[in-house]
Each structure stands twice: as C-alpha cells, then as structure tokens.
C-alpha cells in the first residue's frame, strides 16, 4: 500500500496561496459534509477541503499534493453509492461546487462547454431555452464532472447511452500538475489514442476532469409515457426482451418490482396495482410515428399478459410518473425507517437480463431475505436494493450482493453498470478483468506514479 504524508501547516499555506483563503476549510462542519457519499459506507474524514475556481487552482494543487505525497479525492456532490469520493486516505478532498459554470453554448454544433461542477439538472434548465438537453439522466443532481468520472447512466441510456456517448473533449488536470486536453470538437475523431474515454470512468484515479464539451440533442417535439401492469416479474422481464427485439426505439424503459409499486402509489400519488410494472417512454419528430410506435407496444404487453397498460401524452403526467421513479430510493428508505438499504447494480447482455432475474428472485425464496428490484431493464441494468441490520442480515446481504455479482459475470456481464466501482466491487476487477488488471495498474503508475489520485478506489490496493 502507498504510504501518504499528513497534510502540514506549511502545505495549508501554500494551498491557501493557491485557491485564496474563501476557498479553503480545516472547520469539522466541511470536513464531516464530505465524508461520506450516498453509500452505506461509513464516513472517513479529509484533514482540508478545497473549492477551486479554476483549472489553474486544480492543476497548481494537483502538483504540490504530488510532490509533497498528499491523497487527493475529487467530490461532485456526493450522490455516488459506492464510495467513489469518499477520502478513504484523508488529506486533501477537492470539491468542485464553485466550478459550475457553463463556459459557452455551441447551440448550432448541438455540443455545450461547461465546468465539472454544474448539476446536469441545472444545466438542462439552462439549455431549455435552445430547445437542447444532454440526454444521461442518473436520477440525482450529479454534477457533469461526477457523471463522467463515474460513466453515469440512467434511464436514457437504452436510447442515448451513457456518459461516455456524450462527450466529444474534456480538459484534465494530471497528478504532476499539468493540463491537458483530450477528444476534440468534432464528432468524427480518429487522431492517436482515445484519451477522452481513458479518463472517463476513470473516477478520478488518472486525472481529474476541469471542463467537458458534450453532446446535445434537442428537445423531443412528442413524447409519450406507458405503464404496463404484469402478473409476474418473469413476464415482465420477458416483455423487455420482446420490446426490444421489436425494432422500436424506447427513451427509456424501466423495471419496477410489485413492492416498489405499491410504495410509490402510496407515497407519491402515481396509480400503480400490486404487480411488477414496466415504465417506458418514447419520443418522436412526428405525432403519427409516436402513436404507431405506441400501438405496437400496446400489441407486444397484451401478447406477453399485461394486466393493465396506461399510455399518455400528458406532460404533467408523465413527469409525475418519472418523479416517482427517480424518488424510488427515497421512498423505500422512509418506508423502513429501522433498517439500513445496501444498493448493488449489475449489468448484462438483453438476452441475458431474464436468467439473471430468475436467479436474484431464487436467492430471495431459498434464503428468505428481502430484496427490492428496479433498474433500467432496456440495457440489462438492475439495481437490487437489499435492507440490512447490524448482524446477521447485514452478512446476509453481502452474500447476496456477491452472488449476484458473480452471476452476473458468469452472463457476459458486468461488476457494475453504472455506479462505478469505488470501494465496493474493487474485489471483483480482477474477477472481471482478469489480465487486463496489470494494464490498468501500469497506466495508473504512469499518470499517477505515486498514486495520489483518489487512491483505494477501481484497483485493489
């Protein structure tokens, strides 16, 4: 393991020099506040927490942190649920919520410059007024910095991919302090090595992101939301298969189990039944592909047994229903207020995503523990939340989420589908990657020699 250097007050000085004295706290209040994410994880402290203005103030820490072996952990605005920024080392926790400005809206190229730390719901309410939005939507505010760090998805991904498919060229600060620009503006790029999408999802770990030029797309002219009622989670997931084997084209398209169900119509207002439910939505250039699209997948849920199917045009409507999704996770937790929620998310082929449900609803009957299952069922992604307790429910849990994983890597997927890998399936990048771990380590050293960048985090120390 790296062996780090506390941070003096000699380094506070300077860093102050460097960022200005309104930029800089030592007070337990910021130190707490960054601490810990949305994760289950418990709280590990920095010794200073910084706000940067610039990529300058960045680059200029960056390179006393390294000279002077300081960790380093870049934080959005804590939203990540598997410890990606917490300080695991301590020193320096760099947060980048004064860094939130767009830089320049290139409107006419459907592209927009902005600083890591502008909310990427913040930035659509700036870009409604060019009919433009950037498609990745993770649920939560996440800051665009945090969202490419991460490879953030959402439910959008099943029609305008992740993060990663939405950046054209980033700036990005380096742990020896310097500033380097990677992609370009064009959206056809095949000059030397794709750096841009090194760095994205990399979490931090091999530079950190200062500014990001990304892809827009304008605003849908229609836009319809369904919600279709199943008799059982094996016809549900079978329906998600069937839609998009179908040729459609869905926005989103979402799996949402009965339990899950039951507590947003209960808490949030939107007229769910008792059974697992696919939400979708689809958006077109014209009212008649809309509405024949609509058909089909009324046609596709009534030949897989739908119980119910609700299609509606309504703007109101259909933000309700995507409000309710969003607050899915808030809503469980106070439906529980006794127990704590550890949140896993896997990620496999289309054709896979049914054996893999099947086999999450197995471990559920054969070891009587609860487990409540949402994801963005259109790209194979699935999110079990399971509630634990100090003790044997908490160990019941970690079972789970391991076997899961393991299933999910037997399928042709993947450890993590978007939350990304911070401390909580370190384990399993070598699993995962076998070989390719030793590339990853010998990029690492290169960019990061002493390893200060966010360290403990994707590779295992």
Known sequence: MTSFNHVTSE??????????????????????????????????????????????????????????????????????????????????????????????????????????????????????????FFPPDPGANATVGGMLANNAAGIRTVKYGASKDNVLRMQVALADGRLIHVGSRSVKQSSGYDLLHLFVGSEGTLGIITEATL????????????????PSVESAVETVVAVRGSGLDPAALEFVDAAHAVMLSQSDGVDLSEHPHLFMEFHAVHETVLNDGLEMVREICDEMGAISFRATTDTAERKRLWHARHHSYEIMVRSHPDKQFFIMDVAVPISAYPELIAYVEQIKAERNIAAYLIGHAGDGNIHVELPFTPGDSYEKAMRANHDIVMKALDLGGTATGEHGVGMGKVKYMAVEHGGALDVMRAIKRTLDPNGILNPGKVLPE
């Not at 849908?220 to 919600?227: E, I, R």
């Open 215 to 230: 892809k827009l797309v304008p605003v849908p002219v229609h836009m319809s939301a369904v919600v279709a009622a199943f």
């Open 11 to 132: 380094h506070l000085s300077r860093l102050t020099a460097i960022v200005t004295a309104d930029n800089i706290s030592t007070s337990q209040a910021d130190i707490d506040l960054h601490a810990r994410d949305q994760s289950f994880f418990e709280a590990r402290p920095a010794e200073v927490v910084l706000f940067p203005t610039t990529a300058q103030q960045v680059a200029e820490v960056l390179k006393l942190a390294n000279e002077a072996r300081i960790p380093v952990t870049p934080w959005g605005v804590g939203t990540g649920l598997e410890g990606n920024a917490i300080p695991i080392h301590g020193g320096i926790l760099m947060s980048f919520e004064r860094m939130n400005k767009i830089v320049e809206v290139h409107a006419d190229d459907f592209q927009v410059t902005v600083q890591p730390g502008i909310g990427h719901q913040d930035l659509n309410a700036e870009l409604a007024r060019y009919g433009l």
